[in-house]
């Protein structure tokens, strides 16, 4: 079972940093991912991680403000999130997939999924 945390409001321009913890299992075993979903709009992908963290794969519309990073040794995955939009505005889902040989963007190649923490971006 995955627990998402760290959601809140923010202004433009501010950080968050979303956290991930497994409650069972472990999750090196596992690729991991961070989906969003906004309001009236489909999961997308944020983010993702391979099982020990040496590959990492972005969405083009969150380079270079976003870093996904695992502790293995801890069970969790974080997303820190930097210089946030509005359009970032969204609930964020940490997800691990059985797929291990890519980091896949597919919702449905993903087994467990965090129950979601929304983050707001408002000024």
């Known amino acids: 079972q995955l627990q998402a945390s760290g959601g809140g409001l923010v202004q433009p321009g501010g950080s968050l940093r979303l956290s991930c913890a497994a409650s069972?299992?472990?999750?090196?075993?596992?690729?991991m991912a961070w989906f969003r979903q906004a309001p009236g709009k489909e999961p997308e992908y944020v983010a993702g991680?391979?099982?020990?963290?040496?590959?990492?794969k972005y969405t083009d519309s969150v380079k270079g403000r976003v870093t996904i990073f695992r502790d293995n040794a801890k069970n969790t995955v974080s997303l820190q999130i930097n210089s946030l939009k509005f359009d970032d505005t969204a609930v964020y889902y940490c997800a691990a997939g059985s797929t291990t040989a890519y980091i896949s963007v597919v919702p449905s190649e993903y087994e467990y999924w965090g129950q979601g923490t929304l983050v707001t971006v408002s000024s």
């Open positions: 991680t391979s099982r020990r963290g040496e590959s990492k």
């Open positions: 069972s299992g472990t999750l090196s075993a596992y690729t």
